[in-house]
Structures are given as C-alpha cells and as structure tokens.
C-alpha cells in the first residue's frame, strides 16, 4: 500500500500551514505504511524534502515543519513492495531536469515493467540510484519529451503499467494522478481555499477538509492557484479499485467508491454469518481490522459480540515488519487474550484474511489456552491463491497458504474446530460492486492487465547487486 497527500493552498495563505496539515493527514494515512514517512514542501521557488525511517510522529520534529513552509506539500507514508525498506528508497523522491528544476514524487502502488523500463531509461544514459520502481516513474517523467512537466507527465505515463496513485509537487503546480486501472484510492477535497488530495478520504476529515470527489483512473489532474484541472484522461477499457482496500487495507472511517468502509465490513460479517452459521456462545474479533465484521456475524447470527482478543495498539500492524520471523513474534507480542469472556466458551473468532497462514494459528491456541472449548474460524474474504502485483505485499504465490492447502487442510493446520471463508459472490454482494468496478486477483487470479508471474519486490534491488 503506502499512502499519499498533497495538499495546495493560494499565494496569501500561512506559509506555516501546509506542512502542518500535512503531518495531521500522514497521521491519518499512518495505517497504509510504517517503515518511512517524508515531506516535500515548495514556496514557490525551491523544493525542501525531509524523509526518515519511522513512524510519522517520529520522523517529523517542530524546526522540521519550520523547514517545510511554503504554498503546498507532498507528503507520504510507505511500506515498501518493489524496493526494499531503507532510508534511500523513502519518499518523496525528488528528480531534478535542467531545464525544468526539480520535481517530487510520492507513490502508491507497483509500476509492472519497472524493470524494462529501467533498463530502456539506462540505455538512454539516465542513472539510477535507488532499487524502488517510484525512481523508474520520476525518471520515466523527468526524460520525457515536452517543454513543460504537464507534457512530460503526459508523455510518460502511457509507456508505465500497473498501478499507481501519484502525487507530484513542482513549484508551480501540484498533480494528483490515478493509474488508467484505477487500482489505488486516490481522492480531492477542500479546506477553505486549499485544495487537498489524499489516498483515502478519512485523512482529508482528520485535517478538516470536505471530501469533494475521487480521481478518476487515468486521470491527470493539476492543481494551481486557478484550482484543479483535468490535464489528460488516460482510463483503461477495463478498470477495477483492489478489492483487499475494503477487506483490510483502507481505514474503516473511509469511503471507498463512494461507499463506507466500516458498513461494508459489517456486511461482509453479516453474509459471513449466512454463508457459515456456527453453534456458539460467543464472536470476537481478531481487532482491529476485523471489528466490523464481527459487529456484522454477531448481529445477522444473534450470538453476543465480545472482546476476547486485546490488541497492543502501540506494536502496529505485523504484517509490515518486512520479514517472517519478526512477523512470527508480532503474534505473540501484539494481542492479549480475555480469558473472563473465554472460558469454557464456544468461540466464534472473525478475522478479515488469511494470507500466509501465521496469524491464524497462533490466535486459535491463544484462545484455547485462555480457555476456549471450541474456536471456529470465520473469514471476511475468500481464500486468497494468487499473488497481487499492484502494490500490496501479500506474499509470493507459493507463500500464500490457500494456494497450497484446500479448506481442510487450512483447518487442520490453524488447528480450528471449524472454518468457514466468505464467498466470491458474497464479498462482491457487500461491496455493493460489480465484478467489472473491481480488481479481484489475489481471489480469482483474473488480473486487470497481464503480469509478469516471476516479478518479485526485490527485482530491482537484485538487478541493482
Ligand atoms: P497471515 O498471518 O499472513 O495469514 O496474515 C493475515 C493477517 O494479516 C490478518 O489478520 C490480516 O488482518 C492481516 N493482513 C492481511 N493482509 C495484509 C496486508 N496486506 N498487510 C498487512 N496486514 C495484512
């Protein structure tokens, strides 16, 4: 995932605004990355950039958002999915042209032929000089032909694939872009006479703002003091938002497609609990992603929801501590088990996914230590058998355990008295989607555009060694 903001406000304002706004709304987009955060700030002549590894609240110190006045920022969080986690491959990432002066760049998503396009920018005489896919992009922008950063955006974006949701900051003007899928949420607001963009719309309510609509996919949209204008309309025939934003990877407090998160969720729960009744006393969440679904069981079911599972909000999520054995620990570490609501109790237990299967497993015997008679498994989405390729680092195929067990096998291994997944159809029907408005691959493995199955995060980095 990764999140992105971009916020521009008219030549009269505070300078001392937008890099405060914008350290409240990567705040807000906190949950879509934690190995690095970064501003890139313009006064309307140079570009300041500061970019740490770290939480936001840890990367960002007062003389820093000093450093950072000016008219409009850019700002991210990443996790990382081509490109490893280190200091070299944060964003923003800042590109500079001779002619033009410099440009900077945050970015959600997974450009697909990051590779050959690198090797095409290399045999032109570019250099590189991290192993993220977001240089193959600001690179691609930077040495395409036109007089002006709306031409070479233009020019450049048709010869990438994949997905990303852009924002660029010049000193003149800030772009919000969307892939022509449309695979990453991306979204405009207001506040007062600043124009805000963000990953999800939560984050432009944290700091105020109105939600004022998505970025289309494959839209180009810059924004100045004249206000925001579609410069290009690059949609793809076939478009689709990832399907695993409403599961997990958006904040609750979201729209996505217009459509409330959270009450999605409670659907997904609700169908969960027609699709897979359970006999059983009590449902409990795996919290927090999993909140509203299990609100949805309980409710549709008429067993009592409780909180069986306590999570440590200040450990974050496991699974974005980039290796196994970290996220093997992080079970253990981040939840502690009720045993009052527990003991002697016929356990429902809903989680949103089951991806490598670590998660699961642990949860069941913590519950059956904490005196758990009988844990049934519940999942808010189907068997997930195909690895994504658009920008959220699920695992390689042969890693995702739905892609090695069947049902039962999956069963066996968490060791649940039962376990039951949402349906296909069941998780489309709560989206309130059709299958052609999402992207379903990691379900299906019917993929947007072809893919390349042999591309992994680190194909940069090894080409780079
Ligand atoms: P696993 O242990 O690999 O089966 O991971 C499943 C758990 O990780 C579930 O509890 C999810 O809430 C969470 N999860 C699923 N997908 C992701 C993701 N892409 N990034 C971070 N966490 C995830």
């Known amino acids: 995932m990764c999140g992105v903001c971009g916020i521009w406000s008219p030549a009269m304002a505070d300078p001392s605004e937008p890099a405060r706004l914008m350290f409240f709304a990567l705040?807000?987009?906190?949950?879509?990355?934690?190995?690095?955060?970064?501003i890139a700030a313009t006064d309307g002549r140079d570009l300041r950039v500061v970019r740490r590894?770290?939480?936001?609240?840890?990367v960002f110190a007062e003389p820093d958002l000093g450093a950072l006045s000016g008219r409009a920022a850019i700002g991210h969080t990443r996790y990382s999915t081509t490109g490893s986690s280190r200091i070299e491959n944060a964003q923003p990432m800042v590109v500079r042209d001779e002619h033009l002066g410099e440009l900077a760049l945050g970015h959600n998503g997974n450009c697909i032929n990051a590779r050959e396009r690198r090797d095409e920018l290399i045999a032109e005489g570019v250099q590189f000089s991290t192993s993220s896919d977001t240089e193959v992009v600001a690179q691609a922008i930077a040495s395409a032909p036109g007089a002006t950063w709306d031409q070479r955006i233009v020019a450049a974006l048709p010869s990438l694939a994949g997905a990303?949701?852009?924002?660029l900051l010049t000193p003149t003007a800030l772009y919000a872009i969307r892939d022509p899928l449309g695979v990453r949420p991306l979204c405009l607001g207001r506040k007062g006479d600043a124009w805000i963009v963000a990953s999800e719309n939560s984050a432009l309510e944290t700091i105020g703002a109105a939600t004022i609509r998505d970025v289309r996919p494959g839209e180009v949209l810059r924004i100045d003091d004249r206000g925001p204008v579609t410069i290009a309309d690059l949609a793809a025939d076939r478009t689709?938002?990832?399907?695993?934003e409403h599961v997990y990877l958006a904040s609750a407090?979201?729209?996505?497609g217009g459509r409330s998160v959270y009450a999605t969720r409670e659907r997904m729960g609700e169908i969960l609990a027609e699709e897979h009744p359970a006999e059983a006393d009590v449902v409990i969440p795996v919290p927090d992603s999993a909140i509203p679904a299990a609100v949805g069981y309980a409710r549709?079911?008429?067993i009592p929801f409780r909180e069986g599972l306590i999570k440590n909000r200040y450990i974050g999520r496991t699974f974005i501590q980039p290796t196994q054995e970290l996220r093997r620990h992080s079970v253990a570490l981040k939840y502690n088990a009720l045993r009052d609501v527990l003991d002697g109790k016929r356990v429902v237990v809903v989680d949103d996914s089951i991806v490598r299967g670590s998660t699961s497993?642990?949860?069941?015997?913590?519950?059956?230590?904490?005196?758990?008679?009988?844990?049934?498994?519940?999942?808010?989405?189907?068997p997930i058998r195909h690895q994504c390729f658009f920008g959220v680092d699920m695992a390689q195929r042969d890693e995702l355990i739905a892609s090695r067990m069947d049902e039962t096998a999956i069963r066996e291994h968490v060791g649940a008295d039962s376990l039951g997944y949402l349906s296909l159809e069941g998780m489309m029907r709560a989206t309130g989607a059709t299958r052609g408005e999402l992207c379903t691959a990691c379900f299906t493995g019917d993929y947007l555009v072809p893919v390349q199955l042999e591309l992994t995060k680190d194909v940069l980095e090894a080409l780079r060694a």
């Open 361 to 382: 497993g642990p949860i069941v015997q913590l519950l059956k230590r904490h005196g758990a008679r009988e844990v049934h498994l519940r999942v808010c989405s189907p």
């Open 53 to 58: 590894m770290g939480l936001v609240g840890q």
């Open 300 to 302: 549709q079911s008429g």
């Open 240 to 244: 689709g938002l990832c399907v695993f």
């Open 164 to 167: 990303w949701s852009l924002t």
């Open 27 to 38: 705040y807000a987009l906190q949950h879509r990355g934690q190995e690095s955060a970064g």
């Open 253 to 256: 407090s979201s729209d996505l």
